[in-house]
């Protein structure tokens, strides 16, 4: 397991943008597909973007595909997730994770931050 830490949450007014990073701890960050989860008050944790080891493949649900863009630098052991043109309902914890992905629906993630929170203001 890697220990993964969140930052870059905050709160911004709809239209705006955030970046949010996560640094993960030891040396097999590499070998981890990595993700980003939100979870909004009320409802469940839901998948957002995933990125594989080598970063050849992303993915991305529906509802912030073309607005978010995630990448990773595993020099650095971070992952990052740009988030532009943000709108009230993408309010939500945010949680990095890692793990394994093959799909938007299909994954299991081995460890996980604390979340930071995102708050978008309309």
């Known amino acids: 397991q890697v220990q993964l830490v969140e930052s870059g949450g905050g709160l911004v007014q709809a239209g705006g943008s955030l970046r949010l990073s996560c640094a993960a701890s030891?040396?097999?960050?590499?070998?981890?597909?990595m993700g980003w989860f939100r979870q909004a008050p009320g409802k469940e944790r839901e998948f957002v973007s995933g990125i594989t080891r080598n970063s050849a493949i992303t993915y991305y649900a529906g509802s912030v595909k073309g607005r978010f863009t995630i990448s990773r630098d595993n020099a650095k052991n971070t992952v990052y997730l740009q988030m532009n043109s943000l709108k009230p309902e993408d309010t939500a914890v945010y949680y990095c994770?890692?793990?394994?992905?093959?799909?938007?629906?299909?994954?299991?993630?081995?460890?996980w931050g604390k979340g930071t929170l995102v708050t978008v203001s309309s």
């Open positions: 994770a890692a793990g394994l992905i093959t799909s938007p629906r299909d994954y299991v993630m081995d460890s």
């Open positions: 030891g040396r097999t960050f590499s070998t981890y597909a």
